[in-house]
């Protein structure tokens, strides 16, 4: 009726396993030979590797943290290298023009908060957009999603950038 419970039981099992292992470890790296004898103990390593082992171990995840990083920097392109934008993977969507059912452009959100409206960026609440560019609700409750894709890199430097305008030349910036 009900499916067996192994990833449980191989769990219970290998962290009681792995406990009583490093008891055994912990008595025999640190109890004295002739007690170790005396409880019937005469065929194990030398006491040499209850010191190399955990070495070679810590210095071998240290190699390989190193050696794994050094493998990515080596196979990442530089900054400025057009595969850190759009690659064989990328699925850049199109830019199409507003339909009355999808949300408003950019440019038409007052990006700046709404107190009298109690937003606010203080207390949490995002800011409010303007009085007549709120975003409408499709009437169609099953109407398809859109297709899963990237942000075009053009639509990201004009959000950055240009406040939502077309592209042109930057306004100067005020240092206060």
Not at 5 to 11: F, R, S, T, V
Not at 39 to 65: K, Q
Not at 125 to 152: E, F, K, Q, W
């Amino acid at each position: 009726m009900f499916p067996a419970p192994a990833a449980e039981i191989y769990g219970f099992v290998l962290y009681f396993g792995s406990f009583f292992g490093f008891l055994v470890f912990l008595c025999w790296a640190l109890l004295p030979e002739p007690v170790l004898h005396s409880l019937g103990f005469t065929y194990y390593p030398d006491h040499w590797w209850a010191v190399a082992l955990p070495a070679h171990l810590t210095m071998s995840i240290i190699y390989i943290l190193v050696v794994y990083y050094g493998y990515i920097l080596l196979k990442s392109p530089s900054l400025d290298d057009p595969r850190t934008i759009v690659d064989s993977h990328s699925r850049v969507g199109l830019l199409r023009p507003a339909i009355p059912q999808q949300c408003p452009p950019v440019s038409a959100v007052d990006l700046a908060p709404h107190p009298e409206a109690g937003g606010s960026l203080e207390h949490g609440h995002g800011p409010l957009p303007a009085a007549g560019a709120m975003m409408t609700v499709p009437t169609d409750p099953y109407a398809p999603l859109p297709a899963l894709s990237d942000i075009p890199l053009s639509a990201t430097n004009r959000v950055l950038f240009y406040g939502g305008r077309p592209p042109g030349p930057l306004p100067p910036v005020s240092r206060a």
